[in-house]
């Protein structure tokens, strides 16, 4: 598969699952999609997230994993590919430490 329809692949996965987390979550945390891990064979999808405040981590986390299904239909109908990869979610360690380092810095 080209590298370029991978890429095509993976940014609207992002833009779809952002919209539809944005649509669907509550306004108690800010779910960001950080970036969405595409296997080599196009057939999952990791939607790498961050949440804040990070005291609301797990409960966004489940909300999405608990919502995958949905998530799944709402990306089908955006995304004109078959198969639609299997979807999973996972919370972006290193946007977390990214995050921690830069508030170190601001402190130092």
Same mark, same amino acid.
């Given at each position: 598969?080209?590298?370029?329809?991978? $890429?095509?692949? !993976?940014?609207?996965?992002?833009?779809?699952?952002?919209?539809?987390?944005?649509?669907?979550?509550? #306004?108690?945390?800010?779910? !960001?999609? !950080?970036?969405?891990?595409?296997?080599?064979?196009?057939?999952?999808?990791?939607?790498?997230?961050?949440?804040? #405040?990070?005291?609301?981590?797990?409960?966004?986390?489940?909300?999405?994993?608990?919502?995958? +299904?949905?998530?799944?239909?709402?990306?089908?109908?955006?995304?004109?590919?078959?198969?639609?990869?299997?979807?999973?979610?996972?919370?972006? $360690? +290193?946007?977390?430490?990214?995050?921690?380092?830069?508030?170190?810095?601001?402190?130092?």
């Amino acid at each position: 598969m080209s590298e370029y329809r991978s $890429e095509k692949i !993976t940014n609207h996965i992002k833009e779809l699952s952002a919209i539809f987390i944005e649509k669907e979550a509550g #306004p108690t945390s800010m779910i !960001t999609v !950080t970036r969405i891990v595409l296997s080599s064979d196009n057939k999952r999808a990791k939607i790498m997230i961050s949440v804040l #405040p990070r005291e609301k981590e797990k409960a966004a986390y489940g909300f999405i994993k608990r919502n995958l +299904g949905e998530l799944r239909k709402y990306v089908a109908k955006g995304l004109k590919i078959n198969p639609i990869p299997f979807l999973d979610v996972e919370i972006d $360690e +290193g946007e977390k430490n990214r995050q921690k380092i830069d508030e170190l810095l601001i402190q130092g």
